[in-house]
């Protein structure tokens, strides 16, 4: 599909790898497991395998013209701790943000920039099931605007809404034991599984 669309247009400017599932996940449960390797195959592997394709055209459209191209990996602010509940979802986009950054360093000093997104919560389809409280909620289309013009400044890393990023990085300093006890007790993602099992 890459190969065909290349073939057409030629090396994309950018290429934004927006693959991704959430729900929620519980290691006790063995039917659980598949929604792990869901969330890995899409989250993860899927981003990867929406890049790959293109990489190769872009860093030679790139050095042949002097322009400098785009990837864009959207990730989430889930990544950067584990939440209970969450388990298969943080993982999945904690190992993103791992590889954006290895594929980063990489490609450091090519025509080819590496932009790592962490949305926390946007409106849309994958929210609008969601029961708890979603601080800082952020429609698509805002989200969108902010996002292209971070990319178009060169910004690596990219925190939408902006100001969620300070909260986050806040959580993440915060010892073991602190933020366990602070999410005790708090709504959680239902289970993926749970209904297929009552049913």
């Given at each position: ?161 902006p100001h969620i990023g300070w909260l986050q990085r ?30």
């Amino acid at each position: 599909m890459a190969q065909a669309w290349m073939a057409q247009h030629g090396a994309p400017e950018l290429v934004i790898a927006n693959a991704g599932i959430a729900g929620g996940f519980d290691t006790l449960y063995a039917e659980d497991m598949e929604v792990m390797q869901r969330m890995l195959d899409i989250n993860l592997r899927g981003v990867v395998h929406t890049i790959q394709p293109f990489l190769q055209a872009m860093l030679d459209h790139g050095r042949a013209t002097g322009t400098h191209k785009s990837v864009i990996g959207i990730a989430s602010i889930a990544g950067w701790r584990g939440m209970p509940g969450n388990g298969a979802y943080c993982a999945s986009k904690a190992g993103l943000i791992a590889y954006l950054q290895a594929l980063r360093a990489e490609l450091r000093g090519t025509p080819v920039r590496v932009h790592t997104v962490s949305p926390g919560y946007l409106r849309t389809a994958m929210t609008a099931a969601n029961t708890f409280a979603m601080p800082g909620l952020m429609d698509a289309e805002t989200a969108a605007r902010i996002l292209l013009a971070k990319v178009q400044c060169g910004t690596e890393k990219i925190v939408l809404p902006p100001h969620i990023g300070w909260l986050q990085r806040a959580l993440s300093l915060l010892p073991d034991t602190w933020f366990d006890h602070l999410l005790r007790g708090q709504p959680r993602k239902p289970r993926e599984n749970q209904n297929k099992i009552q049913n």
